[in-house]
């Protein structure tokens, strides 16, 4: 679908080339949105200074030799040299039709397809997911499936922890309790928040359960098949309720996305050797450290990035470096996103460094940290229970599908539902409020969870982009009409319907955008955009009881296109869109 930004673009630099020379065929048109017209192009200002003309003037040249063609309807200069610029209402409605023709809704593949990791989620084995989870999980899998409709060949990598020192305590723990306890009473090993804290309690309180942890720390790391198994019990049992969660969200993170810290273990040495081999890491106070220029303390003292500890261990540095070179080295890949909060921000930026020093990083390879904002309660602080406590993901998700219902109780319907129906549709309400509230917001922003704003069938909600699909869908129902044989042609007539088709035109912009940047939020605004200008051609541009049978066809190819636009952007954002509501 050609975006009409980049139409223009190519159409001015063509004029300034035509009018001033071949040099100023790359000059950026600075096309912008205009109060006046669809766009403007405003490069006639800052090219004026270089040519030592009025900007009015070199305005006009433009203009005299701007091939307007088929696109553009009526061009005029106003103020000290803005080029207003309206398009054509037959090429809109002639690119609309395209996209509504194409499987694709005309959104290009990428020029360079390339090989894209994105890691996010990444809990902690033996632990609860809580709400710190909720973002960098479905942010996550909104980036992942953005870039994948894009062409590139995308690697979910979900990061988890599992391995390190607190499993120690967590299998001595699985041994006192016996195995066959611990699988059989749901109290133990299947509450992961419970099972944890009770070892947790015995290690701090009990000397010697303590020091069989800290054994049992040693037979992990030095490959005791006993413990490994052991270790691989709590792994399983993680998965299931890993498995549980995205299952609810809807997230396409599966088993063979899982690589987590252990699987870099047996790298986390060679790693080490090749950054002292190269002259990057150094012993300094009995550790090995990498310096990375740049990064200082309080007191202007180079920072280290402790590659391995004095006591001979690693950390989580070395298992983030470990994984850029096994990423570089055997999967060959062009990008990494790693989608984790902003407060491990200054650790993402020395661990890129030590990499670009160790040329693992360079130009064909890039690392991104997509950073993640905190989520907040009413209250503007940490979101926490009324107890102080974390929030759990599994009891959050719980109440936004009992608000949703209670919410959707309140509208009115235009048909009944059974128990069944509604409990389906209550589900992707409530979920898709969580995360549509999440993903409408900047990634590396904090924002407020409240759940009486964003389960509203009111505003830039999930339930009023599910509700806007759902109503075209009801029209379709009512005429009996198919929505793939809705075909059109499209014609544009009232300026709703205008203004509706040339928001269509911007999807694949929007893609390209959101998926360069790793920004989901731009394709949430993007649909919260269709959808009002959809509500606009709604409530003034009747379908089914339209004046003819032309402008009826055309009306209901216009919803078919909006359709089909909301429910693949919903998708690419994992928003379940209910048939009904």
């Given at each position: 679908m050609p975006d009409p930004q980049l139409v223009l673009a190519a159409r001015v630099q063509a004029?300034?080339?035509?009018?001033?020379?071949?040099?100023?065929?790359?000059?950026?048109?600075?096309?912008?949105?205009?109060?006046?017209?669809?766009?403007?192009?405003?490069?006639a200002l800052p090219l004026a200074k270089k040519l030592g003309r009025k900007p009015r003037d070199v305005a006009q040249e433009i203009v005299a030799n701007l091939d307007t063609g088929d696109v553009v309807s009526d061009v005029q200069v106003s103020g000290p040299g803005f080029i207003n610029l309206t398009l054509s209402d037959g090429w809109i409605a002639a690119q609309a039709q395209h996209a509504l023709e194409d499987e694709r809704l005309a959104v290009p593949?990428?020029?360079?397809?390339?090989?894209?990791?994105?890691?996010?989620?990444?809990?902690?084995?033996?632990?609860?997911?809580?709400?710190?989870?909720?973002?960098?999980?479905?942010?996550?899998?909104?980036?992942?499936?953005?870039?994948?409709?894009?062409?590139?060949?995308?690697?979910?990598?979900?990061?988890?922890?599992?391995?390190?020192?607190?499993?120690?305590?967590?299998?001595?723990?699985?041994?006192d309790l016996g195995e066959d306890a611990a699988a059989r009473d749901d109290s133990s090993v299947s509450d992961l928040t419970a099972f944890y804290q009770a070892a947790r309690e015995k290690f701090d309180g009990d000397g010697e359960f303590a020091d069989r942890s800290r054994s049992r720390v040693v037979a992990l790391q030095a490959g005791d098949a006993e413990t490994l198994r052991l270790w691989q019990v709590l792994v399983d049992v993680s998965k299931r309720y890993f498995n549980a969660v995205y299952g609810r969200l809807g997230v396409t993170l599966t088993d063979d996305d899982i690589k987590g810290e252990s699987f870099y273990n047996d790298l986390l040495a060679p790693t080490a050797r090749e950054l002292e081999d190269k002259g990057i890491a150094v012993i300094s106070e009995g550790a090995l450290c990498a310096f990375p220029p740049g990064f200082t303390g309080r007191e202007g003292e180079p920072l280290p990035v402790i590659i391995r500890k004095s006591d001979g261990g690693?950390?989580?540095?070395?298992?983030?470096?470990?994984?850029?070179?096994?990423?570089?080295?055997?999967?060959?890949?062009?990008?990494?996103?790693?989608?984790?909060?902003?407060?491990?921000?200054?650790?993402?930026?020395m661990v890129f460094a030590v990499s670009?020093?160790?040329?693992?990083?360079?130009?064909?390879?890039?690392?991104?940290?997509?950073?993640?904002?905190?989520?907040?309660?009413?209250?503007?602080?940490?979101?926490?229970?009324?107890?102080?406590?974390?929030?759990?993901?599994?009891?959050?998700?719980?109440?936004?599908?009992?608000?949703?219902?209670?919410?959707?109780?309140?509208?009115?319907?235009?048909e009944p539902f059974d128990a069944a129906s509604r409990a389906a549709i209550v589900q992707d309400v409530g979920i898709g409020a969580v995360?549509?509230?999440?993903?409408?917001?900047?990634?590396?922003?904090?924002?407020?969870?409240?759940?009486?704003?964003?389960?509203?069938?009111?505003?830039?909600?999930?339930?009023y982009l599910q509700y806007a699909a759902a109503r075209i869908r009801s029209i379709f129902r009512k005429g009996g009409v198919a929505p793939q044989d809705a075909t059109g042609p499209i014609v544009l007539g009232h300026p709703a319907e205008r203004a509706l088709a040339l928001e269509l035109l911007g999807f694949g912009a929007v893609l390209k955008q959101a998926g360069d940047t790793a920004e989901p939020h731009r394709l949430a605004s993007y649909v919260?955009?269709?959808?009002?200008?959809?509500?606009?051609?709604?409530?003034?541009?009747?379908?089914?009881?339209?004046?003819?049978?032309?402008?009826k066809a055309s009306r209901l190819a216009l919803c078919a296109a909006t359709l089909r636009t909301l429910t693949t952007g919903l998708a690419l954002l994992g928003v379940p869109t209910p048939d009904r509501m």
């Open positions: 004029a300034l080339s035509a009018a001033f020379g071949p040099s100023h065929a790359d000059t950026d048109p600075v096309i912008r949105p205009s109060q006046f017209a669809d766009l403007q192009a405003n490069v593949t990428a020029d360079k397809p390339q090989k894209v990791v994105v890691e996010y989620s990444s809990p902690n084995v033996a632990k609860e997911m809580h709400v710190g989870h909720l973002r960098t999980t479905i942010v996550g899998d909104a980036i992942a499936r953005i870039l994948a409709f894009l062409g590139h060949d995308v690697v979910r990598d979900n990061h988890v922890g599992d391995w390190g020192t607190p499993f120690g305590m967590l299998i001595e723990h699985l041994v690693y950390n989580y540095s070395t298992s983030d470096l470990a994984t850029i070179r096994y990423r570089v080295d055997t999967e060959h890949v062009d990008r990494m996103i790693y989608v984790v909060g902003a407060p491990q921000s200054l650790h993402f930026q670009r020093m160790a040329g693992w990083l360079n130009g064909d390879v890039k690392a991104d940290h997509a950073q993640i904002g905190n989520v907040l309660g009413t209250d503007g602080k940490i979101l926490r229970t009324r107890a102080g406590g974390t929030v759990k993901l599994s009891e959050l998700l719980d109440e936004a599908v009992e608000r949703a219902g209670a919410a959707f109780d309140e509208i009115q319907h235009d995360k549509y509230a999440d993903l409408s917001v900047a990634r590396d922003s904090e924002y407020i969870f409240d759940f009486d704003r964003m389960i509203s069938f009111h505003g830039k909600t999930g339930p919260y955009a269709v959808a009002d200008a959809y509500t606009t051609f709604y409530e003034n541009c009747p379908v089914l009881k339209a004046p003819d049978e032309a402008t």
